[in-house]
């Protein structure tokens, strides 16, 4: 069995079932990826495969992509990742996958990066108090005040506004599988998943046994 698929998250939106009750669902572009390299046990150390998911136009690829897809006889791909697989799984160069890999999951695990919000000021991010909220007071209201007093004693070394928060890699399990067009390719799963529209992601079924490498 592989241990998942690449996709790409498309939104959110919500269905109706049969009882009428609304479901609000993220719908995950899985598939079709393409095995661009088998890597197994006896030369590699490992088995797995490498997949390749979302054409890149050949002219816009470098020559060592373009090299590597050729081999399999597909276009450059522009997310690549390597997957699990049992020893006993046979696959091919150029082999597509599809959403039907899911067709039996009640829910499947969803590997990504989180919205990135930007550099954030001492308020945000430190937790300051800030300057006097009152008008005629200060001007200066979300400041972070001095950081470098030469006083003693003083404040030294105050943290100051720095790097973006979010943009961290996440993984969330257990989210039920609500429907699946295998048409498009598309998988709809309960509930949100982090990250922005158009953004990649892992899906990995919950059926891969423990221990099986990722």
């Known amino acids: ?6 996709g790409k998250k498309i939104g959110m939106t919500q269905i109706f079932t049969e009882d009428g009750t609304m479901v609000p669902v993220t719908v995950i572009q899985a598939g079709p ?6 890597k197994t046990k006896a ?3 490992y088995d797995a495969v490498q997949l390749g998911f979302d054409d890149r136009r050949r002219k816009n690829s470098t020559k060592p992509a373009s090299g590597h897809a050729k081999k399999a006889k597909v276009e450059p791909k522009r997310f690549l990742r390597e ?17 039907d890999l899911f067709k039996d999951a009640k829910s499947v695990d969803v590997i990504g990066t989180t ?3 930007g550099y954030q000021g001492g308020m945000k991010r430190h937790n300051f108090g800030g300057h006097p909220a009152s008008h005629g007071a200060s001007k200066d209201h979300r400041a972070p005040g001095s950081i470098g007093s030469n006083t003693d ?9 720095w790097r973006p928060i979010g943009q961290h890699p996440f993984h969330h399990q257990e989210l039920k599988v609500v429907k699946i067009d295998t048409e498009k390719n598309l998988l709809m799963l309960r509930g949100a998943v982090p990250g922005y529209g158009g953004a990649y992601v892992i ?5 891969v046994q423990k221990g099986q490498p990722q």
């Open 203 to 207: 899906v990995r079924s919950r059926l």
């Open 83 to 99: 997957v699990g697989i049992d020893a006993s799984d046979k696959f091919e160069l150029g082999q597509a996958l599809t959403v």
């Open 115 to 117: 919205i990135g919000k």
């Open 153 to 161: 004693p003083g404040t030294r070394g105050r943290a100051p506004a």
């Open 43 to 45: 030369n590699d150390g």
């Open 33 to 38: 990826c393409h095995v661009l390299q088998v």
């Open 1 to 6: 069995m592989i241990g998942g698929l690449l």
